[in-house]
Every structure is written in structure tokens, then in C-alpha cells.
């Protein structure tokens, strides 16, 4: 009886010494899965039902965070975001309770970089070689050899506005088709190959004008709001080419539209939108050098797997006491 008492008490610390890990509506595969993790965390799936409650006494956070949640989860040391957006739970446009604690925030700052780059790529290659013309050439079932619009990448300039792990892979992807890549970023960035210049936000109005294309693949923060406005829609290069596939918020839409129906740019592509979803009706759809898609560009066959792997990742870290990886600096937004 005293060595079944002595069992349970032991038992018992150790349960106790587990750490609570909630996750936001989590099916049971993926409890499972992250479960598998480590004994040392207990996950807990949560909804908008329970999670007040379980948060009293939780440890972290999958998921999206409200400011709400955050002043609920007293013990909560650690949010990991699913995507590479923070602008949403650190709510940059006023306080945030989780912006000025001491929870330490991560997110997939790199985990979508392929196939965003991808996307960013095949809008500009579709524009580049017409291919939205012979799409329609396919619904009238008649071959037209229109052989007009037809552009090389080759040797042409690309600045790509935000060289962090969506960037860095645009650049890469437009060094591979011959482009000459200038990167705008205020980190300072190492060197590779694949970008010969860096130049920091304030020196924007410098290299729009030598674009052939501007990626924009930057996090909105309150210091990249609207940073290609007006002026710079006017100061890019006829016939040039205009990319968007991280945050709407980072672009002017009326100064687009007002760049596509003067015929200065040769055409567009948004995957984000600030109003988003682009709202029916908008002038913008109205282009036919406009591709629209509907922030989906991080989507692909591989992306979920890779941010339960970061996920996994930094939950075996968080209970080893061990720096986690892409810790996002609240203050900065990124």
C-alpha cells in the first residue's frame, strides 16, 4: 500500500511538472502528432468555449492570440504563430497587451518562402509571356498567333522590397532567370549571390525608377505602411511590373489602379489586397493586365508539413529551456 501511495505521488509531480501547451482548434491528428513530441508538454486542443479556461493556467499558445486571451493566460510564456504575418495579434496600430509582455512570440517567417517566391514568379511570368491572352484564346477554341507582349526576363531589374525569407527566395528565383535583383530591407543584410544591391526603405524612391518589376514581399509593420504609395507608383519605369504576395497594407490599391488605367504599368499581380477580400465590384478587377488571387500563395502540397515541423520543433525546445527559432522581435513587427 505504502509503495502504491509513494507510485502516485511520483506520479503526480511529474504530471504536474509538465508543461501546458494549448492549441487553437486542433484536430485530434494533430494533438496526437505534437503529443508525440515530448511527454514533458501536454497539449490541450482548444475553442472559443473553453480557451478562457484553459488558459488560466497555460504555458503557451498555438495559434492566433487575442489581446483578450493574452490578459486570460496569466502563466503564459510563449505564442507560436502558424503564419508569417504578426501584424494581426500584435494589433501595431495601438497597445498590445502581447506586444509589451514578456511572451515570447514566434512565427513561420520562412517556412512559406518557396512557394510564395513560386507564386510571385508565375504572375510575373504569366504577364511577361501574355499567358492570360491565350488562356482565352482556348475558351474560343481558335489558335491566334499573337506574338506581340511576348518579354525576356533576362537581364532586366527586379527590386524586391523585403528580403526576409519570402524575398530572399524571390531573389534567388529572378537571379536563376537572368535578372539583376536590387533588395530593399532595413536589416543589413550578408551577402550572396543573388542580390547585388541592398539598399535600406529610405533610399526606395532611388531604385523604383530602375525596376522592370517591384516585388512586394515585406511584413506590414507601422513603418511599412503604405511605402509604395502614390509617388512611388508614379516613379516606376513605363511599362513595368508590379508584384504583391505578403501584406495589402504595404501598397497603395487606388495608386495601382490609377498606374494600371494611365497604361504606365504593363500589368500586376496581387495575391493580398488592403481592402481584403478584394471587394466585388473594385476597379481593380476590371484589368485584364491584372492577376487577382486570393491570398493563397502560401498554399502548396509541402507548407503544412513544414510549419508543424517548426511548430514541433520549437515545442521539444520550449520544455528543453532552449532558445526557440524565428523568435519575432515584437517591437519591430517582424
Known amino acids: 500500500m505504502l509503495r502504491t501511495l509513494i507510485l502516485f505521488a511520483l506520479a503526480t509531480a511529474a504530471l504536474s511538472a509538465q508543461v501546458k501547451i494549448l492549441g487553437w482548434n486542433m484536430s485530434p491528428a494533430d494533438v496526437k502528432d505534437y503529443q508525440a513530441v515530448t511527454g514533458k508538454a501536454r497539449i490541450v486542443s482548444v475553442t472559443k468555449e473553453n480557451v478562457m479556461k ?4 497555460a504555458d503557451a499558445f498555438i495559434g492566433e492570440i487575442t489581446p483578450q486571451m493574452v490578459r486570460a493566460g496569466k502563466k503564459l510564456r510563449w505564442v507560436q504563430l502558424r503564419s508569417a504575418g504578426v501584424e494581426r495579434v500584435l494589433h501595431l496600430s495601438g497597445g498590445s497587451d502581447l506586444r509589451d509582455s514578456q511572451i515570447v512570440l514566434t512565427n513561420n517567417q520562412v517556412v512559406q518562402g518557396p512557394e510564395i517566391a513560386d507564386h510571385a514568379m508565375a504572375m510575373l511570368l504569366s504577364l511577361t509571356r501574355n499567358i492570360p491572352n491565350f488562356i482565352e484564346m482556348r475558351k474560343g477554341g481558335k489558335w491566334t498567333a499573337r ?6 526576363l533576362n537581364g532586366r531589374t527586379a527590386v524586391v522590397i523585403g528580403v526576409g525569407g519570402i524575398g530572399f527566395n524571390i531573389a534567388i528565383r529572378a537571379w536563376a532567370h537572368g535578372m539583376r535583383v536590387i533588395g530593399v530591407d ?3 543584410m550578408p551577402y550572396n549571390p543573388f542580390v547585388s544591391r ?19 514581399s515585406a511584413p506590414h509593420t507601422q513603418l511599412s ?16 511590373f508590379f508584384i504583391a504576395v505578403s501584406r495589402g497594407g504595404i501598397y497603395d490599391l487606388p495608386a495601382l489602379v490609377k498606374a494600371l488605367d494611365s497604361k504606365r504599368l504593363a500589368g500586376a499581380g496581387v495575391d493580398v489586397t488592403d481592402p481584403e ?4 465590384g473594385h476597379s481593380l478587377w476590371k484589368f485584364d493586365n491584372a492577376i487577382i488571387t486570393p491570398h493563397i500563395a502560401g498554399r502548396s502540397d509541402k507548407d503544412n508539413a513544414r510549419m508543424n515541423d517548426t511548430v514541433k520543433a520549437n515545442i521539444q525546445r520550449f520544455v528543453d ?14
Open 54 to 57: 484553459e488558459l488560466a493556467d
Open 147 to 152: 506574338r506581340d507582349n511576348l518579354l525576356e
Open 186 to 188: 532595413p536589416e543589413d
Open 198 to 216: 541592398y539598399v535600406k526603405p529610405d533610399q526606395l524612391d532611388e531604385v523604383i525608377p530602375l525596376a522592370d518589376v517591384v516585388f512586394i
Open 225 to 240: 505602411h503604405k511605402m509604395m504609395g502614390p509617388k512611388q507608383f508614379d516613379l516606376m519605369k513605363k511599362d513595368s
Open 277 to 280: 477580400p478584394l471587394p466585388e
Open 321 to 334: 529551456g532552449k532558445p526557440l527559432i524565428n523568435v519575432v522581435d515584437k517591437q519591430k513587427g517582424y
